[in-house]
Nanobody
Framework: QVQLVESGGGLVQAGGSLRLSCAAS????????MGWFRQAPGKEREFVAA????????QYTDSLKGRFTISRDNAKNTVYLQMNSLKPEDTAVYFC???????????????WGQGAQVTVSS
């Protein structure tokens, strides 16, 4: 069992930056690949980024490459999402998730956090 808690969300102006954190507790953090997803109002949850268990490989949804960066610190049991050059369309609830492999599909993840709201004003 893994518990995930996101933090770092908030309100930011377009062009600004935020860093989300996701702290894990429970089973060994390095046993899991980690992913970030987001869900905007009225839309389905979508893949943002994923990172392998020790950070050797990462994946991003194409539209976010170059603006978002996923990283992890296994010593701190934490995964991060650095978001730069934010746009109003990035407004969503952001979720972290833990799974066996760093994949893009929601079903590949077994544990989910409660989410952190990110609002980007124009």
């Amino acid at each position: 069992q893994v518990q995930l808690v996101e933090s770092g969300g908030g309100l930011v102006q377009a062009g600004g930056s935020l860093r989300l954190s996701c702290a894990a507790s429970g089973r060994t953090f390095s046993s899991y690949a980690m992913g970030w997803f987001r869900q905007a109002p009225g839309k389905e949850r979508e893949f943002v980024a994923a990172i392998s268990r020790y950070g050797a490989s990462t994946q991003y949804t194409d539209s976010l490459k170059g603006r978002f960066t996923i990283s992890r610190d296994n010593a701190k049991n934490t995964v991060y999402l650095q978001m730069n050059s934010l746009k109003p369309e990035d407004t969503a609830v952001y979720f972290c998730a833990a799974g066996i492999r760093a994949v893009t599909g929601l079903r590949g993840y077994d544990y989910w956090g409660q989410g952190a709201q990110v609002t980007v004003s124009s």
